[in-house]
């Protein structure tokens, strides 16, 4: 669970670093779109959408990808946020632990065409791309912990 500072640091960055583990338990840091949201069914808590778009890839189909394979073996996953500034005084990062999973378009239609929306008007990139026929990763958020230099 995030607090509403800890929510608002991590909704100002524009990308955090999605951190899976390899089956040989060897860590996999990849960087990532986003939108955060609350659960639907009212349940207390974050969630974070990260679409799989059709910036190039390694792999052409997404569900072959080694972060989502890795998602599928062990989802639980971390994230960092940072805030990096010259001005030291500026420094912040936020990290969060998470558990994640492989959403399909017809998995809940009406929360993926939101966080679809909602994606297009974050990342303007997004608008011409069909993340809408693509799967998403979806982390529920559960724990954070952060530093900042103007604390």
């Excluded at 998602?71 to 940072?82: G, M, N, W």
């Excluded at 420094?91 to 959403?103: D, K, P």
């Amino acid at each position: 669970m995030l607090t509403a500072t800890q929510r608002a640091f991590a909704a100002a960055q524009r990308r955090a670093i999605l951190a899976t583990l390899s089956r040989s338990g060897q860590p996999r840091l990849v960087p990532i779109c986003f939108v955060l949201a609350d659960p639907s069914d009212g349940t207390p808590g974050t969630l974070l959408y990260s679409p799989l778009d059709e910036k190039p890839k390694r792999d052409a189909e997404v569900r072959a990808l080694a972060r989502v394979r890795d998602i599928l073996e062990r989802p639980d996953v971390t994230l960092l946020f940072e805030r990096w500034s010259e001005d030291w005084s500026q420094l912040a990062w936020l990290r969060v632990r998470g558990r994640a999973a492989l959403i399909e378009p017809n998995d809940d239609p009406e929360a993926h065409q939101r966080m679809v929306e909602a994606l297009r008007v974050r990342y303007p990139q997004y608008r011409t791309q069909r993340i809408d026929s693509r799967p998403m990763i979806r982390v529920v958020l559960t724990e954070a912990v952060g530093w900042s230099a103007s604390d």
